[in-house]
Each structure stands twice: as structure tokens, then as C-alpha cells.
């Protein structure tokens, strides 16, 4: 690693990390702060499908002796882990700000999440529980026990540069695994620095292995093709649905169960009963936290109509107070940049999406730039990428209400009633995440059962994750798996069932077994006369 003075900070120069050793291999790419564009923030190489092969290797290798690691010894490293976070959550939270663009408030819940994720599992290796069951033959017991799966794959994306990956490293090493992890070329800074402090942890060389670069036609997609090579027993990815998707393919065809968090559509409903105030704030936090780049960000807020045009002009006066800019000069701003081009393009392009399908646009002017001014921007908005919080009135079945955006775009839609709430809640291809604001038990009980999401609040944001609860969606937004909590370790082991004979001769299960025979029975009905 080398470093360089650059206008908010040194640019870091490393290579990847892979059996403990840093390799410079490949392209050179650069990132730069999506905040202000000039600064450079690192320097690193862009792997190559023989990079990930060497740590693919190098991870098995290091699984030989990190799985016959007691449990509770691994547990220890992630307890310093979690120290060693808290030492230096200053440090990666203005790292955070500067690489990604986060605010300070957002980049510092960021790395909490991480330390909280590692003292939960730190006790984990003081459980992880297996069982032990009665036989149906003499002399023999049973046992049940969790194994690491062996080398696993990651993929994770930039909004949550810390947080994300640790929910898939941590229970991975916990469980006694060893990885290759590629993570966003958005965030290459925070990934390097935060293997480092597994490694100051104790972890040793090659049980975690980061290999940076791209993702389609880059390293991302050779990482996954090296499940075909059987390099790989295990996948774990956070992006789109449709990468989702042929992660899928590829690990079904190789009898491999992936771990895949997808994307959200996510509906926010206030029902006719809501405490506004909160609703609107809820609200107004779903969808414009982290610029709306969260697959929990609100997509769709359903408004019940006896109170739509009230909560519409309250939460337009919301949403104009939004402060937008750049957050490392002026940590008071709500969001900062666009994390990528890629993803402000796209963010664009829904403008002309809106129009085409008939929706109402009432508040959001497209990307901040000097001759497209917003009043509550603070900076240079030439600077990076910035966009408008942006309002629409939509309806279901429009291109808009139904594909996930990720940007600070938001629908308001009618409905009328719970069960019309419900109904158009479910409307889209996704299930992630879920909110109602009522004050009525009923229709939050009918709401939390009919909705079809992986997570659901009542009288809160769809945003904010505990660490101690599963994460993860149905439908469009995942395959079922679970991340964070207990759940997760059922990712990342699998089921071994032992049993031990102790008569010194062969019993056979079902054949040799002494079942009892019943008696025959006695006519109680006319004993007792009925």
C-alpha cells in the first residue's frame, strides 16, 4: 500500500489481498469521490479469472486448518474485531462519507452496524448449537452438527460498504468458512482497509481473500463462473435481480444454495387513522435516505383517501425542505451524490418513463447543475452527480410503481381501505421490505399477514435494519435466504447427522428395532354400560 496527499485525504495505492499477501495484478482503476470528482480516493488493480483462481486456492488452503479452529477461538477474533471497529469508527466513517458519499449520520450507523453484527456473533462460537437425539436401538446415540460449507464467493454492492459485507464475512469465518470476496469497485478503499482489521484481529492469511474490479464481462462475473470450476461451495450476493438471477442459474447447476439479496419495490402505507406527523417524517425518511440508493428505500407510499390530499401537501413541504449536497463540507445535508454514473443514468431515465405512462410529476427537476439550480443544495453541484428529490402521483401497472428506481424518486398512490392497501402493496414483482402507519390494531394485523414482503414496520421506515433480525425479501427480492441474527448461520453450514454404536454388533434401523405391540383391547363402551 502507498499513499499520496489528495484534496480531502490521501489516495491509497494497494493491490488485492489473497493469502495475506498483496498482489498488484491487472488494469489499474481509480475512484474517485462522487461528491467532488477531482478528488482521487485510490488507486487499484482490476482482477483477472486467474486472480480469483490463486485465492480461490489460497482460501482452501487457509479452510484446511481455519475450520478445525475451535469455534470459540473464532468467536475471539470477531470480539477484537468489534473493538477494533470501535476504535476506529471516526476513521472509516469519514472514509465512508468521502468514497461513497454517505452522510456522516448514514456512515457512522454504516460501521455500528458491523461492530453490533460482531459481537453477535463473537458469542455465536460459544453455541452453535447442534443436538442430540434419542435412538430407536439399544447402546447407539445420535448427534446433529454444523460444518462450514468451505469456500465462499461475495459479491456485495457500495451503498453499504461496511455494513453489508460484514452480515455474509462475519457468520462465514464465524462458522469456520473461508471466502473470495469481490467487492464494489464504488467502495475498493473501505473494503481494503476493513480485511485489514480482521487480519489486526487475528484472522489468519487467506481465510478472507479480496479481489477488486468490475462486475458484468469483469471479476464479478468470473467470480461467479468459478462455481462451474468447483472452486467455490458457497455464494453470497447483494445487487440486482436480474444478476440474481443467473447467480442462481449458475449455482443450481452446480448443487450450490446461494445467498441471494436482491432488489425492492418497497410500499410504505399511511392509513386514514395515522398519526401524520409520524407518517409524514417515516415516510419522507424512506424515500430520500442514502438518496434513495437502498433496496428497503420506499418506492410506492400508498395513501388511504379520506386523508390523501393532506398528507400529499404536507409531504410536498417535506420533501421541498430536503437538503441536498455535498456531505463532507456540509455534514448537515440529508444525501449527497449519486454512488455511480451507472446508477444516475438510470435515475434519469425514469423521467421520461413518468411522462410516457401519464403520471403527475409534482416536485424534482431531473440532476442539480448551476442552470438547473435546487434552492437547498450546499456545494458545487457540477462538482458530482446530484439529483432532485423527485414526487410523483402514479398508479399500478405504471413502469415506475413497478421497477425499482434506486435514486430519490417516490410515487404517492391512492387507495381506499385496507384491503385495497394490500392488494396494491403486493401489486409489484418484489418483496422486501414493508411499512403501515394506523393506529388501528386490526387493519396493522390484517396488514402484516397479507402483506408479501420479508420485512414489515408498523409505524416506522421501510430503512433501518437491527443486527440481531433476519434480512432478506421473497418474490423479486431474494430466493428465500436470510442474512443477519441466528437465521444466517444456516447460509453458511450444513446438516451433519453422526450416529455411534457402542454394542459391538451390526443393528439395523428399522429392521432390528423392539417396537411394542399393543394389547388387545378392552370394549369400554360396554363395560361401562353405553
Same mark, same amino acid.
Given at each position: 500500500?502507498?499513499?499520496?496527499?489528495?484534496?480531502?485525504?490521501?489516495?491509497?495505492?494497494?493491490?488485492?489481498?489473497?493469502?495475506?499477501?498483496?498482489?498488484?495484478?491487472?488494469?489499474?482503476?481509480?475512484?474517485?469521490?462522487?461528491?467532488?470528482?477531482?478528488?482521487?480516493?485510490?488507486?487499484?488493480?482490476?482482477?483477472?479469472?486467474?486472480?480469483?483462481? +490463486?485465492?480461490?486456492?489460497?482460501?482452501?488452503?487457509?479452510?484446511?486448518?481455519? %475450520?478445525?479452529?475451535?469455534?470459540?477461538?473464532?468467536?475471539?477474533?470477531?470480539?477484537?474485531?468489534?473493538?477494533?471497529?470501535?476504535?476506529?469508527?471516526?476513521?472509516?466513517?469519514?472514509?465512508?462519507?468521502?468514497?461513497?458519499?454517505?452522510?456522516?449520520?448514514?456512515?457512522?450507523?454504516?460501521?455500528?452496524?458491523?461492530?453490533?453484527?460482531?459481537?453477535?456473533?463473537?458469542?455465536?462460537?460459544?453455541?452453535?448449537?447442534?443436538?442430540?437425539?434419542?435412538?430407536?436401538?439399544?447402546?447407539?446415540?445420535?448427534?446433529?452438527?454444523?460444518?462450514?460449507?468451505?469456500?465462499?464467493?461475495?459479491?456485495?454492492?457500495?451503498?453499504?460498504?461496511?455494513?453489508?459485507?460484514?452480515?455474509?464475512?462475519?457468520?462465514?469465518?464465524?462458522?469456520?468458512?473461508?471466502?473470495?470476496?469481490?467487492?464494489?469497485?464504488?467502495?475498493?478503499?473501505?473494503?481494503?482497509?476493513?480485511? +485489514?482489521?480482521?487480519?489486526?484481529?487475528?484472522?489468519?492469511?487467506?481465510?478472507?481473500?479480496?479481489?477488486?474490479? /468490475?462486475? +458484468?464481462?469483469?471479476?464479478? #462475473?468470473?467470480?461467479?463462473?468459478?462455481?462451474?470450476?468447483?472452486?467455490?461451495?458457497?455464494?453470497?450476493?447483494?445487487?440486482?435481480?436480474?444478476?440474481?438471477?443467473?447467480?442462481?442459474?449458475?449455482?443450481?447447476?452446480?448443487?450450490?444454495?446461494?445467498?441471494?439479496?436482491? /432488489?425492492?419495490?418497497?410500499?410504505?402505507?399511511?392509513?386514514?387513522?395515522?398519526?401524520?406527523?409520524?407518517?409524514?417524517?417515516?415516510?419522507?425518511? %424512506?424515500?430520500?435516505?442514502?438518496?434513495?440508493?437502498?433496496?428497503?428505500?420506499?418506492?410506492?407510499?400508498? &395513501?388511504?383517501?379520506?386523508?390523501?390530499?393532506?398528507?400529499?401537501?404536507?409531504?410536498?413541504?417535506?420533501?421541498?425542505?430536503?437538503? &441536498?449536497?455535498?456531505?463532507?463540507?456540509?455534514?448537515?445535508?440529508?444525501?449527497?451524490?449519486?454512488?455511480?454514473?451507472?446508477?444516475?443514468?438510470?435515475?434519469?431515465?425514469?423521467?421520461?418513463?413518468?411522462?410516457?405512462?401519464?403520471?403527475?410529476?409534482?416536485?424534482?427537476?431531473?440532476?442539480?447543475?448551476?442552470?438547473?439550480?435546487?434552492?437547498?443544495?450546499?456545494?458545487?453541484?457540477?462538482?458530482?452527480?446530484?439529483?432532485?428529490?423527485?414526487?410523483?402521483?402514479?398508479?399500478?401497472?405504471?413502469?415506475?410503481?413497478?421497477?425499482?428506481?434506486?435514486?430519490?424518486?417516490?410515487?404517492?398512490?391512492?387507495?381506499?381501505?385496507?384491503?385495497?392497501?394490500?392488494?396494491?402493496?403486493?401489486?409489484?414483482?418484489?418483496?422486501?421490505?414493508?411499512?403501515?402507519?394506523?393506529?388501528?390494531?386490526?387493519?396493522?394485523?390484517?396488514?402484516?399477514?397479507?402483506?408479501?414482503? /420479508?420485512?414489515?414496520?408498523?409505524?416506522?421506515?421501510?430503512?433501518?435494519?437491527?443486527?440481531?433480525?433476519?434480512?432478506?425479501?421473497?418474490?423479486? %427480492? /431474494?430466493?428465500?435466504?436470510?442474512?443477519?441474527?441466528?437465521?444466517?448461520?444456516?447460509?453458511?453450514?450444513?446438516?451433519?447427522?453422526?450416529?455411534?454404536?457402542?454394542?459391538?454388533?451390526?443393528?439395523?434401523?428399522?429392521?432390528?428395532?423392539?417396537?411394542? %405391540?399393543?394389547?388387545?383391547?378392552?370394549?369400554?363402551? #360396554?363395560?361401562?354400560?353405553?
Amino acid at each position: 500500500m502507498k499513499a499520496f496527499s489528495a484534496k480531502y485525504g490521501n489516495t491509497l495505492e494497494f493491490g488485492h489481498l489473497i493469502g495475506g499477501e498483496e498482489v498488484w495484478e491487472g488494469e489499474a482503476l481509480e475512484r474517485r469521490n462522487p461528491s467532488d470528482r477531482e478528488d482521487l480516493v485510490a488507486r487499484f488493480p482490476e482482477g483477472t479469472k486467474d486472480t480469483l483462481r +490463486k485465492a480461490a486456492l489460497k482460501a482452501r488452503e487457509a479452510f484446511e486448518v481455519w %475450520s478445525r479452529t475451535p469455534a470459540p477461538v473464532r468467536g475471539q477474533v470477531l470480539f477484537n474485531l468489534a473493538k477494533i471497529l470501535e476504535r476506529e469508527k471516526p476513521t472509516l466513517t469519514r472514509l465512508m462519507v468521502r468514497e461513497v458519499g454517505k452522510t456522516f449520520k448514514e456512515a457512522g450507523g454504516d460501521v455500528q452496524e458491523a461492530i453490533d453484527t460482531a459481537l453477535f456473533f463473537a458469542s455465536e462460537g460459544r453455541r452453535l448449537y447442534g443436538q442430540t437425539v434419542p435412538s430407536e436401538m439399544r447402546d447407539k446415540e445420535l448427534f446433529t452438527f454444523r460444518r462450514p460449507l468451505g469456500v465462499v464467493g461475495m459479491i456485495t454492492a457500495g451503498n453499504f460498504p461496511i455494513a453489508v459485507p460484514s452480515w455474509k464475512l462475519i457468520p462465514a469465518v464465524l462458522t469456520g468458512n473461508t471466502v473470495v470476496w469481490k467487492p464494489s469497485d464504488d467502495s475498493p478503499t473501505l473494503s481494503y482497509v476493513f480485511v +485489514k482489521l480482521f487480519e489486526e484481529a487475528g484472522l489468519p492469511p487467506g481465510v478472507i481473500n479480496v479481489v477488486f474490479g /468490475g462486475g +458484468k464481462g469483469s471479476t464479478g #462475473q468470473w467470480l461467479v463462473e468459478l462455481m462451474d470450476e468447483g472452486l467455490l461451495n458457497k455464494f453470497a450476493f447483494t445487487g440486482s435481480t436480474q444478476v440474481g438471477r443467473w447467480i442462481g442459474e449458475v449455482a443450481g447447476r452446480n448443487l450450490i444454495r446461494p445467498t441471494l439479496e436482491l /432488489g425492492g419495490k418497497n410500499p410504505l402505507v399511511v392509513m386514514r387513522d395515522a398519526d401524520l406527523d409520524l407518517a409524514v417524517e417515516g415516510a419522507w425518511w %424512506s424515500a430520500f435516505a442514502t438518496g434513495g440508493q437502498r433496496c428497503t428505500s420506499a418506492g410506492n407510499i400508498l &395513501v388511504d383517501a379520506p386523508i390523501y390530499e393532506a398528507f400529499k401537501k404536507r409531504f410536498l413541504e417535506r420533501t421541498e425542505a430536503t437538503v &441536498v449536497g455535498n456531505p463532507l463540507l456540509h455534514p448537515e445535508v440529508t444525501y449527497g451524490p449519486f454512488l455511480n454514473e451507472r446508477l444516475f443514468r438510470r435515475w434519469e431515465e425514469h423521467y421520461a418513463w413518468g411522462r410516457e405512462d401519464g403520471a403527475t410529476l409534482l416536485f424534482g427537476r431531473g440532476r442539480i447543475t448551476r442552470d438547473n439550480p435546487y434552492p437547498r443544495f450546499l456545494g458545487d453541484p457540477e462538482a458530482g452527480l446530484y439529483g432532485w428529490p423527485t414526487v410523483w402521483e402514479a398508479a399500478p401497472g405504471m413502469r415506475q410503481f413497478q421497477e425499482e428506481i434506486f435514486g430519490p424518486t417516490i410515487n404517492l398512490v391512492k387507495v381506499d381501505g385496507i384491503e385495497e392497501a394490500i392488494r396494491v402493496a403486493n401489486a409489484t414483482p418484489y418483496g422486501l421490505s414493508s411499512a403501515i402507519y394506523t393506529n388501528h390494531r386490526h387493519w396493522a394485523y390484517l396488514f402484516k399477514v397479507g402483506i408479501r414482503a /420479508g420485512m414489515t414496520s408498523i409505524n416506522n421506515a421501510t430503512v433501518g435494519a437491527e443486527a440481531h433480525l433476519p434480512f432478506g425479501g421473497v418474490k423479486a %427480492s /431474494g430466493n428465500g435466504a436470510r442474512e443477519s441474527g441466528i437465521w444466517v448461520i444456516e447460509e453458511y453450514t450444513y446438516w451433519h447427522a453422526v450416529n455411534e454404536e457402542y454394542s459391538g454388533r451390526l443393528q439395523l434401523a428399522q429392521m432390528d428395532t423392539g417396537y411394542v %405391540s399393543p394389547k388387545e383391547p378392552t370394549p369400554w363402551a #360396554q363395560v361401562l354400560g353405553f
